[in-house]
């Protein structure tokens, strides 16, 4: 059978944990679709299973300690640098935790640390620290953050009870590998426009009007893009994110400025996904210098609408994707329809910002995508790199469409 995995090189991190025992049936599985095995372990995970377990089966020396004796070498760029992906199983509440704070304090984690690749964790632990919320935090931080999860699941647990917080079989974990391989460039040769942040509407030479987008959705978008060969023109209005690195980014002010900036790529890219806040409305005046306060109860602020990017690129659309995003407080499904209808669009991400961990600000999303075929799938509260991923699995859906009528 013919394997994703052949040939791929595996930074296998193995935690203090009972699975351990099952990381060497992980091992037995890589070896056999073709992969090249490193086994990393923690000291406490040498307590469940033997170093020599790891080395006979993976037929590489086992990674322990950051220093060995008469060994100067930096092991974890090493094996940062060989590693096709980082798979760490099983995973404790506690190697979580300190990949999430960015401790670096082993071989595992200063790997971690220094990896280009994509790091797969399968956690393995008690459902009570499975459910507590600090790592749950940890778990959602790293998931923001482009690191891929993979389980757990419910079943029987070492303490003998069941409960959430078994790791998943090391075939269903070696079966996912083998999926992110398969989707790791599958957007290669093509490239799109995504829009991020909010834009800024000058008052005066010091205030402006604007909204409470932080950009996180854009960015999230525009990483997993990149991720998956893509090349990104990532136009963000302002935002306190560093704008991702393998990304051509522009930073623009107004809706008119971003206006400009999407027209100047547009005919260039295989399409355009919407996401940024674009201001509806500008002032009809913007006052020269500082608005005064004195002798002043109120002022009146005339407004005009802004041109809508998104409706204005779906009338010269042609062959390109257009993908756009609708936050509602009410009504979500019905607004939604109308705007994918009206802007001429492949289809639409809808949210209701006013559901907790799904508005503005948030590292996580709570959609619902509506097609212009009439599907409508609602996803459930997950993180914003995740909802990204959603989302570029729709696109890659609608240009094998396009290769093939």
């Known amino acids: ?40 372990m923690t000291k406490c995970a040498t307590f469940f299973v033997h170093p020599t377990t790891f080395q006979t089966l993976s037929q590489q020396k086992v990674g322990i300690d950051l220093f060995e004796k008469d060994d100067i070498s930096l092991k974890h760029i090493s094996l940062s640098e060989l590693a096709d992906i980082i798979l760490i199983a099983p995973a404790t509440a506690n190697i979580i935790g300190k990949i999430a704070s960015g401790i670096a304090d ?18 393995a632990m008690n459902e009570r620290m499975y459910h507590n919320s600090i790592v ?18 419910v079943g029987r647990l070492a303490s003998g009870a069941k409960g959430e917080g078994r790791m998943v079989s090391p075939r269903l974990i070696v079966d996912s590998l083998e999926k ?8 290669e040769g093509k490239s799109f426009i995504v829009t991020a942040g909010p834009t800024r509407e000058p008052l005066d030479y010091v205030r402006f009007i ?23 023109i990532l136009i963000s209005g ?6 991702p690195e393998g990304v051509e980014f522009y930073s623009v002010e107004t809706a008119k400025d971003m206006m400009e900036k999407v027209k100047e790529w547009f005919e260039k890219v295989d399409g355009l ?14 006052k020269k210098g500082k608005i005064k306060k004195a002798d002043k109860d109120k002022i009146v602020v005339k407004m005009v609408k802004n041109p809508d990017i998104l409706e204005e690129m779906g009338k010269v659309k042609g062959e390109k994707i257009l993908v756009g995003f609708c936050a509602e407080t009410e009504d979500i499904v019905r607004y939604a329809k109308e705007k994918l209808i009206r802007k001429n669009l492949d289809f639409i991400v809808a949210n209701n910002i006013s559901f907790p961990g799904a508005g503005f600000g ?10 212009r075929q009439g599907r409508i799938e609602s996803l459930p509260i997950m993180s914003k790199r995740e909802v990204a991923s959603k989302i570029w699995d729709r696109v890659k859906e609608l240009l094998n469409r396009k290769k093939t009528s």
């Open 210 to 232: 604007s909204n409470r987008s932080s950009g996180k959705m854009g960015f999230a978008i525009a990483e997993e893009a990149r991720d998956r060969g893509a090349k990104i």
């Open 136 to 153: 749950k935090e940890n778990i959602s931080r790293l998931k923001s953050l482009g690191y891929k999860f993979i389980g757990p699941e």
């Open 273 to 286: 996904i919407m996401a940024s806040a674009v201001s509806d409305f500008r002032p009809v005046e913007v």
């Open 180 to 187: 992110i391989f398969t989707s790791r460039k599958d957007l």
């Open 1 to 40: 059978m013919s394997s994703n995995l052949k040939g791929k090189n595996i930074v296998l991190g193995i935690t203090g944990s009972i699975a351990a025992y099952k990381a060497a049936e992980i091992v037995r599985l890589l070896k056999e679709r073709g992969a090249f095995v490193y086994p990393v």
């Open 238 to 243: 302002p935002t306190l994110i560093s704008p």
């Open 362 to 371: 948030t590292d996580t999303n709570q959609v619902v995508i509506l097609d």
């Open 106 to 123: 082993d071989l595992i984690t200063t790997t971690v640390m220094a990896a280009r690749s994509p790091v797969v964790i399968a956690p």
